[in-house]
C-alpha cells in the first residue's frame, strides 16, 4: 500500500535518484551490510557516481558504524514537507535509524506498521539530491517486511548476498522464488565468506564448502558478481568505521568490491 506521505515524499526526497539498488540476505549475519556499504564506497570512489546508502534494517542498524558516521541528521524546510539532511563519509551520502537513536546497543522496538513509517521517512523523507543509485541495505530474510518495503520503492534490482552453507543456500531459494513472485529484477548473487587463505602458508581454504552460491545461482539462471574470501581485515576494518574499499586501496578485496560494482 501507499500512503499519500509516502507518494508526495516520494516525489520529494527521491525525484532525482536514478537508481535504487537493494542489497539483500536470505539470512542475518551473512555480510550483506559489509557488502552494501563496500559495494556503495567503490561506486563513489572508483567509479565516481553520486551514491546513497540508506540502511533499511532498521532494528538492526550497522551503517552508522560501518561508515564511521554518528549525530542527527538536520531538517531542512522543503516546500511544505521538510526534508532530512544526509549524513555524509566516503564521498556518500547515508541515512539510517542509528542517527536518531541516542544508544546504539538498545534495540529499536518497533511493530509492523511503525516500521513501515520509519522506512518511510528514511527512504522518501531524505533529502537524497540527484544521485545515480541509491543502494538500500535491507533488513534480513525474505518476509512480510521486505515485501512491504520492496512494494513501495521503484527498485532497479536486487543483490543477494549468501555464504556457501546448505543452511544459508536454502533460505536464498525461498527469497529468489519471492522476488520472482513479486517480478522484482535481481542483479546477482554475492558469495561472502566464500573461501579463507591460511596467513601462515597461503593454503586456500573453503570453510563453508566450495561451490555452493555457484550453483544455486545457476539453478536459477543468476549471476554471481563476484567472491569476497573470509578474512578479519574485512571485519576489523567495518568495526573500525573504515571499511576496506575506503582505506586500504592496495588489496584484493578493494579489488573484488570494484569489481562487482562495475558489473552492476
Ligand atoms: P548482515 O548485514 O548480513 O547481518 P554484517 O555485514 O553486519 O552482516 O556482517 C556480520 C559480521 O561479519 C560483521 O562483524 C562483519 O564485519 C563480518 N563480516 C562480514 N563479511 C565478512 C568477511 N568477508 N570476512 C570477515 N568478516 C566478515
Redesign the pocket.
Given at each position: 500500500y501507499e500512503t499519500s506521505m509516502s507518494k508526495s515524499l516520494k516525489r520529494l526526497g527521491l525525484s532525482l535518484v536514478q537508481n535504487v539498488v537493494a542489497v539483500s540476505?536470505a539470512?542475518?549475519?551473512?555480510?550483506?551490510?559489509?557488502?552494501?556499504v563496500n559495494i556503495a564506497i567503490a561506486l563513489a570512489t572508483s567509479l565516481s557516481l553520486r551514491v546513497g546508502l540508506l540502511d533499511a534494517?532498521i532494528q538492526?542498524p550497522?551503517i552508522g558504524k560501518m561508515m564511521n558516521l554518528k549525530g542527527k541528521p538536520e531538517l531542512q524546510s522543503h516546500g511544505p514537507h521538510p526534508l532530512l539532511r544526509p549524513l555524509e563519509n566516503f564521498r556518500v551520502k547515508a541515512m539510517s535509524m542509528s542517527f536518531f537513536m541516542e544508544d546504539e546497543s538498545k534495540p529499536a522496538v518497533l511493530r509492523g506498521p511503525m516500521m513501515s513509517s520509519t522506512f518511510d521517512k528514511l527512504m522518501f523523507g531524505t533529502d537524497w539530491g540527484k544521485l545515480d543509485v541509491l543502494i538500500v541495505?535491507m533488513p534480513?530474510g525474505t518476509g512480510d517486511a521486505q515485501i512491504n518495503l520492496g512494494q513501495r520503492v521503484p527498485l532497479s534490482g536486487a543483490i543477494i548476498?549468501s555464504t556457501p552453507q546448505d543452511i544459508a543456500l536454502m533460505d536464498v531459494r525461498r527469497g529468489v522464488e519471492a522476488y520472482r513472485l513479486l517480478k522484482f529484477p535481481i542483479l546477482g548473487m554475492v558469495e561472502?565468506?566464500s573461501y579463507h587463505v591460511c596467513k601462515n602458508c597461503g593454503h586456500k581454504e573453503h570453510t563453508f564448502g566450495e561451490g555452493g552460491v555457484k550453483r544455486t545461482a545457476a539453478q536459477y539462471g543468476i549471476d554471481v558478481l563476484g567472491e569476497?574470501?573470509?578474512?578479519?581485515a574485512?571485519?576489523s576494518k567495518?568495526?573500525a568505521g573504515s571499511p576496506v574499499v575506503a582505506s586500504d586501496a592496495e588489496s584484493s578485496h578493494t579489488a573484488a568490491y570494484i569489481n562487482i560494482a562495475k558489473k552492476l
Open positions: 540476505s539470512k542475518g549475519g551473512v555480510g550483506k551490510s559489509t557488502t552494501a534494517d538492526g550497522s541495505d534480513p548476498v561472502n565468506m569476497i574470501p573470509l578474512d578479519i574485512i571485519c567495518s568495526d
